[in-house]
């Protein structure tokens, strides 16, 4: 059990990581970093920000839920 949630706490940790990065920027900063200050068409659609919004927080709530688990198994010894 403990082994399926590290899995799990290290694959939405990666995915929460590549999600942020995907937002678009709201200023200058890291985003205009990886591209974020280029505006195009493709990307503005306020849908696919939404559900980004909501993928988003649904992996870290997973994340959350997950790192919660972990730490009581491990307090508890296993």
Same mark, same amino acid.
Do not use: P, Y
């Given at each position: 059990?403990?082994?399926?949630?590290?899995?799990? %706490?290290?694959?939405?940790? %990666?995915? /929460?990581?590549?999600?942020?990065? /995907?937002?678009? !920027?709201?200023?200058?900063?890291?985003?205009? /970093?990886? !591209?974020? !200050?280029?505006?195009?068409?493709?990307?503005?659609?306020? %849908? %696919?920000? +939404? #559900?980004?919004? +909501?993928?988003?927080?649904?992996?870290? /709530?997973?994340?959350?839920?997950?790192?919660? !688990?972990?730490?009581?198994?491990? #307090? +508890?010894?296993?």
């Amino acid at each position: 059990m403990i082994l399926s949630l590290q899995i799990v %706490v290290m694959l939405c940790s %990666v995915l /929460l990581v590549l999600l942020v990065l /995907l937002h678009k !920027g709201k200023g200058g900063g890291l985003s205009d /970093l990886f !591209g974020g !200050g280029v505006t195009s068409s493709l990307g503005g659609s306020s %849908v %696919v920000e +939404r #559900n980004l919004d +909501r993928l988003t927080i649904v992996t870290a /709530l997973v994340w959350i839920v997950c790192a919660v !688990g972990l730490g009581l198994l491990i #307090n +508890r010894g296993g």
